[in-house]
């Protein structure tokens, strides 16, 4: 089994302070084999902003995979974003914006979907739909999970605009056998398999830090993961600032997909 901690939109620059040291005490504790972040590291990619990203990313003890987001290239300085959209980025969280990881249990793949033309709105491209196949092709019996910032599905309550390529993508990702795809950008979070592609499990983190809040407070998820069965377990904020599991949803394979959710109460 593999354990993921998902984290995303920390958002620095519209963040509370105040749950940096709790959020980072919390996710060494738990010790996941790796911290995933789904992009928004900064809100308007300051240096300064992305300097204390990097800060709170080197007080991670557990390793760290990272796509960027939308509030990652500069949306008040377009000259920036149109030439050198992630050279702040790259300095301060990874060179690669696309990173992949392998282990005996595990393949992940990390899709950037920022389209820096349409700031607010993200793309899946046709090449994206192909390196996620191409990974996926020989991964044997590993857990198959895409990572990247946009969700690939909005509920009807969502104002946003769907990613560009989202139908395309999903179906593509269903065809190459991928098992769950991690995202952010909404700050709610959410587990449940897509409505149209059942075979794929869409789980997305709220904001681990931001001010932005939608409807909840500051959450990240921890997750375990094979190929047969996925838990998720949301850890929430409290009034007290201090993160605390609210509960675990487990998902099962199916023929006709993931089956689930069996609420476990703590």
């Known amino acids: 089994m593999t354990r993921l901690v998902h984290l995303s939109d920390l958002h620095f620059g519209r963040d509370r302070d105040d749950l940096a040291d709790p ?6 504790r738990l010790a996941p084999d790796m911290v995933v972040v789904s992009g928004d590291f900064t809100q308007r990619a300051r240096v300064s902003q992305f300097d204390r990203a990097r800060r709170f990313l080197n007080r991670l003890e557990p390793p760290v995979f990272a796509v960027p987001g939308n509030h990652d290239t500069p949306l008040d300085n377009v000259l ?6 992630w050279v702040r980025y790259r300095e301060a969280i990874a060179h690669e914006l696309e990173p992949r990881h392998d282990t005996p249990d595990l393949r992940m793949v990390g899709i950037n979907t920022v389209n820096r033309f349409s700031w607010q709105r993200g793309r899946f491209r046709g090449r994206h739909r192909a390196r996620v196949a191409a990974a996926f092709s020989d991964a044997g019996e590993r857990v198959r999970v895409v990572v990247l910032h946009h969700p690939l599905e909005h509920g009807p309550e969502t104002q946003k605009r769907l990613m560009k390529g989202a139908g395309k993508a999903l179906r593509a ?7 769950i795809v991690l995202s952010g950008h909404l700050h709610n979070a959410f587990a449940a398999p897509f409505l149209a592609a059942p075979g794929l499990l869409f789980v997305q983190a709220g904001t681990g830090l931001s001010t932005r809040l939608r409807g909840e407070t500051n959450t990240f998820n921890l997750l375990t993961l094979s190929r047969a069965r996925i838990g998720i377990e ?8 201090v993160f605390a599991p609210s509960g675990e949803m487990v998902f099962d394979r199916a023929e006709t997909g993931w089956k689930g959710a069996r609420p476990r109460q703590r």
């Open 23 to 28: 959020l980072i005490e919390t996710v060494n």
């Open 80 to 85: 920036v974003r149109f030439l050198r959209p």
């Open 173 to 179: 990702l269903e065809d190459a056998g991928a098992d």
């Open 234 to 241: 949301v850890w929430r904020a409290g009034a007290d600032a």
